[in-house]
C-alpha cells in the first residue's frame, strides 16, 4: 500500500506554540482522526496537511510530492484533482441550485456525479432547490457529496458532521469510509465525537503541542 500523506516534523505558532515535531504517515486505504480541546491547533495542522498554510518548520508530502517543491501550477493541479476538503463552513454556490454546485466539481476534474451517493445521503429528491434555501444539515451533506464528486486521493474533513443528527451523521460517515476503501483513498478527520473518531484506522489526540496516538 502506498502513502499518500507524510509529515515530517511540522510545527506552528500564531500568539503562542500551537505544536510541534509533528510526524504522520498515512498510507491507501487508511482513516485517522485528530480530536483534542478546542484552540488545540487542530484546524491549524488541517490547514497544513492540506497545502493551505506554510508551517513554520517542516515538510508536508502528498502523493509522495514534497509540496514545497511543487511548481504553482502543480499545487493548484493537485489541489484540484487528488484534495478534498470539508470543512465547517461550506462554501456552496448559494445562489446555484443543488446539481449546478455539483457540476462545477464534475466540470473541474471530469468526473461524473454519482447519484447512488445523493441517495444516500438523502438529498437526491433536493437536486433542484437552491443552495441557500436548503437547512444546514442538507447544505453539509451536498457540500460533502460535492468534494466527492471530484473523486479526490486525501480527504481532509474538519467537523465534517457539525450540523447532522446522529444517525444521519454516522450514515454521511459510513459513504466516507466507504469512499476511501473503494477508491484508495485516504481520510483524515478532525472531530468532538470520540466514537466517531473511534471508527478510524489510528486515532490521535493534539495534546501539549503533541499528536498521541491513543
Ligand atoms: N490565522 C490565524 N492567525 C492568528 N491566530 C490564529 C489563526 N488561526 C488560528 N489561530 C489561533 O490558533 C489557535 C488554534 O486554532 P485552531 O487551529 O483553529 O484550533 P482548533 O481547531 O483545535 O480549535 C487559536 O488560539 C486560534 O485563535
Ligand atoms: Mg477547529
Do not use: W
Not at 37 to 60: A, D
Not at 71 to 89: N, P, T, W
Not at 94 to 121: C, H, M, P, V, W
Amino acid at each position: 500500500m502506498s502513502i499518500l500523506l507524510e509529515a515530517d516534523g511540522l510545527e506552528h505558532s500564531f500568539d503562542y506554540l500551537l505544536f510541534k515535531d509533528i510526524n504522520l504517515q498515512i498510507k491507501s486505504q487508511e482513516s485517522v482522526s485528530i480530536v483534542g480541546v478546542s484552540g488545540s491547533g487542530k484546524s491549524t495542522l488541517l490547514h497544513i496537511l492540506s497545502t493551505l498554510l506554510k508551517p513554520n518548520r517542516g515538510c508536508v508530502k502528498l502523493l509522495q510530492n514534497d509540496i514545497y517543491k511543487l511548481k504553482d501550477d502543480e499545487l493548484i493541479a493537485m489541489r484540484r484533482y487528488d484534495v478534498g476538503i470539508i470543512f465547517q463552513s461550506h462554501y456552496l454556490f448559494k445562489g446555484f441550485n443543488a446539481t449546478e454546485n455539483l457540476q462545477i466539481a464534475s466540470l473541474l476534474t471530469r468526473q461524473e456525479i454519482d447519484y447512488k451517493l445523493l441517495q444516500s445521503f438523502k438529498i437526491d429528491h433536493l437536486l433542484k432547490s437552491s443552495a441557500g434555501r436548503l437547512s444546514g444539515g442538507e447544505q453539509q451533506r451536498l457540500s460533502i457529496a460535492r468534494v466527492l464528486t471530484k473523486k479526490p486521493k486525501i480527504i481532509f474533513a474538519d467537523e465534517p458532521t457539525g450540523n447532522l443528527d446522529k444517525e444521519t451523521a454516522s450514515c454521511v460517515m459510513g459513504s466516507l469510509f466507504e469512499y476511501i476503501q473503494k477508491h484508495n483513498a485516504i481520510l483524515i478527520l478532525v472531530t468532538h465525537d470520540h466514537s466517531l473518531a473511534a471508527r478510524c484506522h489510528k486515532c490521535y489526540e493534539l495534546k501539549e503541542q503533541n499528536l498521541i496516538l491513543s
